[in-house]
C-alpha cells in the first residue's frame, strides 16, 4: 500500500514537472536524467518520509528502566551514535576500525536524506527547464498538426513548412544546436556534483559504494573473515546503534543509561542508495557516450547524414532522391541539420520526407553559393561593353574582369539564364541592323563568325571594294 501511494505521488509529479502530449525536444539520454532519475529520486524521498514520519524508524531497549520509551527514541533518533563495542556479537552493525574521519558517527544527518533526495531531484531537472526556455517553443510550432498518422493537406503543409524554413531558419540555428549540448554537458556536470555530495553527506561511504557491496557479497564469509572485510552496507547504514542517554537522580548529580537502538528504517535506505550507485554509474556511461557522439555530429559531415539515414532509413532506401538528400544534408550547417533532426521526431514520417526531399531538391541552397560568380560575370560583361563604347572601365571592375577567366562555370540553372538574357541583349541590335540595312548604312561581317559585329557605311554610299564585294 505504502508503495503504491508513493508510486501513485511520483507519476503526478513527473506529470506536473514533464508535461504530457508535448513533442519531443531532447533524446532519450537527456529524459534519463531530468524524467526517470527524477522520478527514482522523488518516490524514494516520499517511501523513506512515509516510513519515518507516519512509521516507526527506530525501537530502543533501556534494560534498567529509568525513562520513558517515547522519550527515550526521540533522544536517539537524534542522537545515537553507530559505534557499538567491538565485543558485540550482533549482525549488521558498524564495525570498522577508526578512520581519518573518526570512530563515532551520529545518526542526526538521517532526518534529512528525505529533503536531500528532493533537493537532488530539483538540480537534475534543473537542464530540462533550462533547455525549454532556450528552446522556445521551435518543435511545437513546426510540428503543429503535423504529428498524426494522417496528415489532410500534407502539400500545403510541406510547402508551408519550406517557406518557413527558408526564410526563418536557414543558417540561423548554429546557436541551437550549440545551446542543447550545453545543456547535455551540464547534465553530466550536475550528475558527477551529486555523486561527490552524497559521499559526504554519507561520511565518505557512497564513492565506492556499490563494488564493495558487490565484492562482499559475492566473496564467501570465510574469504570476507580472513581479508577482514565488513559488510559495507551495515557499515555506511547500521541498523543496530548505541545510545546513551544523560540524566539527572534525586541527588542531584548526573547519571547515564546506555541503550541499544535497532534503525529499521536503514534497511530502505541502504537498499535505495545502492540502486542509486549503480544508476548513477549508467547515466555516467551513457552521458559520456552522448557527447562522444555529439564530437562526431560536429566534425564529420558523413556522420550527420547517416544518423539521419539511421532515422529515416525505411523512406531513403526507396527513395530515387537519395543522390541530392545527401548532398543537402552534407552541405547545409550544423544547426539546420539538427533543426530537421529533431523535427524528423515529431512529424508524420511521410510528410517529413516530402518536406526534406523538396527542401533538398529546391536550388535555393544552389542559388545562393553562385550568387557570387553571378556578380563578377555581371561586373565583366558590363566592362567588355564600356571597352567597346569607348569608355574605360574602373580599376577594380579590371581586375574582376581577369579573375572571372578562372572562375568556375555556373550551374545549368545559371548557363540557361545567361542564354536568354543574352538572346533578349541581341534583339535590339539586330532590330537597328535591320533598319540601317533598309536604308543602305549598314551591312553584317561576313569575317565575323558569330554575327555580332556590325560595320558602320559611310552615308555617302559604298567604297569600289565593297561595292565590288556586292557583285560577287
Excluded at 84 to 97: D, L, N, T, V, Y
Excluded at 293 to 319: A, C, G, I, P
Aim: aromatic letters at 14%; one cysteine or more.
Amino acid at each position: 500500500m505504502v508503495v503504491h501511494t508513493a508510486f501513485i505521488a511520483a507519476r503526478g509529479a513527473h506529470a506536473v514537472l514533464v508535461g504530457e502530449g508535448e513533442p519531443s525536444i531532447d533524446n532519450w539520454t537527456f529524459q534519463l536524467y531530468y524524467k526517470v532519475t527524477s522520478a527514482i529520486l522523488l518516490t524514494s524521498a516520499i517511501l523513506i518520509s512515509l516510513n519515518q514520519f507516519f512509521g516507526d524508524p527506530i525501537q530502543c531497549d533501556l534494560p534498567m528502566g529509568g525513562v520513558s520509551q517515547d522519550t527515550l527514541k526521540s533522544y536517539c533518533w537524534m542522537y545515537s551514535t553507530f559505534t557499538i563495542p567491538s565485543e558485540f556479537q550482533g549482525s549488521c552493525a558498524r564495525k570498522a576500525e577508526k578512520n581519518e574521519y573518526g570512530d563515532e558517527v551520529f545518526n542526526s544527518f538521517y532526518q534529512w536524506v528525505s529533503l536531500c533526495l528532493v533537493g537532488q531531484a530539483i538540480l537534475f531537472f534543473a537542464p530540462r527547464a533550462l533547455w525549454i526556455s532556450l528552446e522556445g517553443g521551435l518543435m511545437k510550432h513546426l510540428a503543429k498538426d503535423a504529428t498524426g498518422k494522417v496528415v489532410e493537406d500534407a502539400e500545403k503543409k510541406r510547402d508551408n513548412l519550406i517557406t518557413t524554413f527558408n526564410r526563418h531558419l536557414h543558417n540561423k540555428y548554429d546557436r541551437y544546436f550549440t545551446s542543447f549540448i550545453g545543456c547535455e554537458v551540464l547534465n553530466l556536470v550536475i550528475l558527477i556534483s551529486q555523486v561527490f555530495l552524497t559521499d559526504r553527506f554519507l561520511g565518505h561511504t557512497f564513492l565506492y559504494y556499490g563494488p564493495s557491496v558487490w565484492l562482499y557479497y559475492s566473496s564467501p564469509p570465510e574469504e570476507n573473515k580472513l581479508a577482514g572485510r565488513y559488510n559495507p552496507m551495515c557499515e555506511a547504514f547500521p541498523r543496530v546503534a548505541s545510545c546513551t542517554f544523560y540524566q539527572y537522580g534525586a541527588a542531584g548529580g548526573q547519571s547515564s543509561l546506555n541503550a541499544l537502538c535497532i534503525l529499521a528504517l536503514n534497511v530502505i535506505i541502504d537498499k535505495i542508495y545502492l540502486l542509486l550507485w549503480w544508476w548513477y554509474l549508467l547515466l555516467l556511461v551513457c552521458g559520456v557516450i552522448r557527447l562522444v557522439e555529439r564530437l562526431l555530429q560536429l566534425t564529420f559531415r558523413s556522420f550527420r547524414f547517416w544518423m539521419m539515414t539511421l532515422r529515416m532509413h525505411r523512406y531513403f532506401k526507396d527513395s530515387e532522391d537519395t543522390e541530392y538528400l545527401k548532398e543537402y544534408l552534407k552541405n547545409c550547417s550544423k544547426g539546420d541539420w539538427f533543426v530537421l533532426y529533431q523535427m524528423s521526431k515529431n512529424m508524420n514520417r511521410r510528410l517529413f520526407f516530402m518536406f526534406l526531399t523538396t527542401l533538398a531538391k529546391s536550388p535555393t541552397l544552389q542559388m545562393r553559393n553562385v550568387i557570387p560568380q553571378i556578380q563578377v560575370i555581371n561586373a565583366f560583361k558590363s566592362s567588355t561593353k564600356r571597352k567597346e563604347n569607348g569608355v574605360s572601365s574602373p580599376t577594380w571592375k579590371v581586375n574582376i574582369a581577369k579573375k572571372v577567366e578562372n572562375a568556375p562555370s555556373a550551374p545549368e540553372v545559371i548557363q540557361l539564364y545567361e542564354t536568354e538574357t543574352k538572346k533578349k541583349s541581341d534583339e535590339p541590335e539586330k532590330e537597328e541592323c535591320t533598319r540601317r540595312k533598309k536604308n543602305g548604312e549598314c551591312d553584317s561581317d561576313e569575317d565575323d563568325s558569330d554575327g555580332g559585329k556590325f560595320r558602320i557605311r559611310n552615308k555617302r554610299g559604298f567604297s569600289d571594294a565593297d561595292k565590288k564585294r556586292e557583285n560577287d
